[in-house]
């Protein structure tokens, strides 16, 4: 890799504030706040507002349409001649 045009990649916590839930991981993402991890090192803080512990495709909140009614709602307008 070239040197002096890649980004600065380190560590970061990404931490979701609705469910409390926070991860370590590596990005290039910088912010002015920071947080002690557990294990006590000091790293960044991002906060996000969705993550797979709020989403709900992943907590199992997820609604279901009613697909069946828009279709028929459709034939019956446009109906099939």
Known sequence: MKK????DYHPVVFRDSGSDFA???RSTITSDKTIEW???KTYPVVDVDVS?????FYTGRSRVLDTAGR???FNQR???T
């Open 38 to 40: 557990t294990d006590g």
């Open 23 to 25: 991860f370590l991981t």
């Open 4 to 7: 002096g045009i890649h980004p």
């Open 52 to 56: 797979s512990a709020s989403h709900p």
């Open 78 to 80: 446009y109906g099939r």
């Open 71 to 73: 279709v028929e709602r």
